[in-house]
T-cell receptor, first 113, second 113 residues
């Protein structure tokens, strides 16, 4: 069956460290993958999109990698800050004949001062 | 502020009732998406409209229906409500397709008692 897996356990790190979040998928062949940030009770906010032919994408302190062989994307936040505390969702195109985004359940990141 | 508006913010109703959730997309966006987010299910894609026409369908129940009007605002109708329909309902919009960045609204929190 098709699955998108993100670590359901919260990731606790100290301010200034690099946070690395993982998104694994099964039985999908996405043309692209997106990462979103969601704060409690609010809508997701788009962060980055990476296409299947791109290995890495960067935006300020954010870096995303996409390995279609491993069927995995890694999301890094360098020099993390308490304000980065949120839930991070990965999403990919459902490649079911029409375009739709399928979301993982997200990983909660807690950055302590 | 994403530019996507949703009303109402909160809705409390009883089982068996019918409610309508409203969404106004960002100016210029032609696609509207509806998502349901509950604690145990994550963010689930329900349906997409593009310029007034249904484009893609996800796990939308038969009791739920949606439409997009000529002015591009959209409504999600939920009928014969059950306790399990309690969730956050998000609307998102994008320029054209799901490969474009999706901008999410603040959501409507539905509580069915």
């Amino acid at each position: 069956s098709q699955k998108i897996e993100q670590n359901s356990e919260a990731l606790n790190i100290q301010e200034g460290k690099t946070a690395t979040l993982t998104c694994n998928y099964t039985n999908y062949s996405p043309a692209y993958l997106q990462w979103y940030r969601q704060d409690p009770g609010r809508g997701p906010v788009f962060l980055l999109l990476i296409r299947e032919n791109e290995k890495e994408k960067r935006k300020e302190r954010l870096k995303v990698t996409f390995d279609t062989t491993l069927k995995q994307s890694l999301f890094h936040i360098t020099a993390s800050q308490p304000a980065d505390s949120a839930t991070y969702l990965c999403a990919l195109d459902g490649n079911t004949g029409f375009q739709k985004l399928v979301f993982g359940t997200g990983t909660r990141l807690l950055v302590s001062p | 502020d994403s530019g996507v508006t949703q009303t109402p913010k909160h809705l409390i109703t009883a089982t068996g009732q019918r409610v309508t959730l409203r969404c106004s997309p960002r100016s210029g966006d032609l696609s509207v998406y509806w998502y349901q987010q509950s604690l145990d299910q994550g963010l689930q894609f329900l349906i997409q409209y593009y310029n007034g026409e249904e484009r893609a369908k996800g796990n939308i129940l038969e009791r739920f229906s949606a439409q997009q009007f000529p002015d591009l605002h959209s409504e999600l109708n939920l009928s014969s409500l059950e306790l399990g329909d309690s969730a956050l309902y998000f609307c998102a919009s994008s320029a054209r397709s799901a490969t474009d960045t999706q901008y999410f609204g603040p959501g409507t929190r539905l509580t069915v008692l």
